[in-house]
């Protein structure tokens, strides 16, 4: 007898985290794997950040903080919208959960209601999706190839609104594409929202500070829709923090309050420790964020003229982030050694049993011709990996 609830029997296992297990289960095994799966800096945090939080211990913040975060962060967090962003919010529209991905799935669960519609631009990070089951709602797809730069356009919103339509999920700098939208391309789309006052827009930037265009732009600059604007942000990413679990939302008041019940009932507030860290990477020498975007900038720059000289794989040039989403579908129906490639999930998993690199179908990112791959490691590691995925591929008939 089945005794798991419908709504966790709805859900689908992460294809980032199955693919990264994999890859851990060949190395366990003796097997020299380059993991190019999961999507996290390949840096150490930095040591003032570190230090603030040994300091955080000694001073006893070992006791449960505010259920929306210490108000010294939440001030910090104001500051940097302010400072970074142009953007003002009070320390009561600022809530800090366990991560960005709980402050997505908080508003999520706060604003939809079942069977309402989220828009989710394709390709998308593996979560949203499973989200919006999680409120009952219903995921709208509008798909943007890469000859697209895997970007919509607001004649694709507006012909995907309908009278259900809850929010539009908007992640820029983008995973799984490492696509950037520009001011005029947010603009087009501020246009469209504004024509749709029940839509509201949950701006995913979590990979802000990761970008090579210069300025960082949001959607909530635009004082059309800024009131129906929640801004999902945190430290994982930008700082290498990804283990700290922080992230965090700017919201109109009543989104913010919502989210903050919603989490005193299920988690409380997050670490106190880790808290009292991103104070630290939101107020010390902001250096460290512009020498892992450097490193980053030069590994794009590396994967992309690499990729691109394999035959049969279509690269764009990825403005942020650290991901590429070659379009691969020119090896879809091939095969190998009496292995047929039916899916791009085939052919990650023939590239980690035949190339010993761990990669991402992109059918798990609703792009089923393409494959996520993080440069979020070393340049050696990427010219050695792509020299291997050169080689795997050749051998498909």
């Given at each position: ?15 980032t ?41 000694d ?13 010294d962060?939440?001030?910090a967090v ?48 593996v ?23 895997f ?6 919103l ?8 809850k ?6 700098p ?20 504004d ?9 995913d930037?979590?990979?802000e ?6 300025q ?32 965090w ?13 919603l989490?005193?009932?299920y ?6 420790i ?72 085939d ?23 393409c ?10 590691n990427?010219?050695?990996?792509v ?11």
């Amino acid at each position: 007898m089945d005794l798991l609830s419908a709504r966790l029997t709805a859900l689908s296992p992460s294809e980032t985290f199955a693919m990264a297990q994999k890859s851990n289960e060949l190395k366990a095994s003796g097997i020299d794997v380059i993991n190019m799966s999961v999507g996290e800096p390949d840096f150490t945090t930095p040591e003032h950040i570190k230090q603030a939080a040994k300091k955080a211990i000694d001073d006893n913040f070992s006791f449960y903080s505010p259920v929306a975060g210490f108000p010294d962060l939440k001030k910090a967090v104001c500051e940097k919208l302010k400072n970074e962003n142009g953007l003002e919010y009070t320390p009561a529209q600022i809530v800090v959960s366990g991560g960005a991905k709980q402050s997505l799935c908080n508003v999520i669960l706060s604003i939809v209601d079942k069977d309402e519609e989220v828009i989710i631009p394709a390709p998308y990070w593996v979560s949203y999706p499973e989200m919006v089951k999680l409120a009952e709602g219903k995921s709208i797809f509008v798909y943007a190839g890469i000859e697209k730069d895997f970007k919509i356009t607001p004649q694709q919103l507006e012909e995907a609104i309908t009278p259900r339509t809850k929010a539009l999920i908007l992640c820029s700098p983008s995973n799984p594409t490492g696509s950037v939208y520009t001011k005029e391309e947010l603009k087009a789309l501020a246009d469209v929202l504004d024509q749709h006052k029940q839509v509201y827009v949950i701006a995913d930037e979590i990979y802000e500070h990761i970008n090579y265009i210069g300025q960082h732009e949001s959607i909530a600059q635009f004082d059309s829709i800024r009131d129906r604007v929640i801004v999902v942000n945190g430290v994982s990413k930008g700082y290498a923090m990804t283990g700290w679990r922080i992230g965090w939302i700017a919201a109109p008041q009543w989104i913010a309050s919502a989210c903050s019940m919603l989490q005193g009932q299920y988690t409380s507030g997050p670490s106190s420790i880790s808290q009292k860290a991103a104070l630290a990477a939101y107020t010390g020498d902001q250096s460290c964020v512009g020498e892992m975007r450097t490193a980053f900038e030069r590994r794009r720059n590396l994967i992309v003229d690499l990729l691109g000289q394999i035959p049969g794989l279509k690269v764009n040039n990825p403005m942020g982030a650290f991901y590429i989403f070659p379009e691969c579908a020119g090896y879809i129906g091939k095969s190998y050694n009496g292995k047929a490639i039916k899916t791009a999930t085939d052919l990650a998993m023939y590239l980690l049993e035949e190339a010993h690199v761990a990669c991402v179908g992109g059918d798990a990112f609703g792009a089923p011709g393409c494959v996520r791959l993080s440069y979020a490691t070393s340049d050696e590691n990427i010219t050695e990996a792509v020299a291997r995925i050169a080689a795997a591929l050749e051998k498909l008939t």
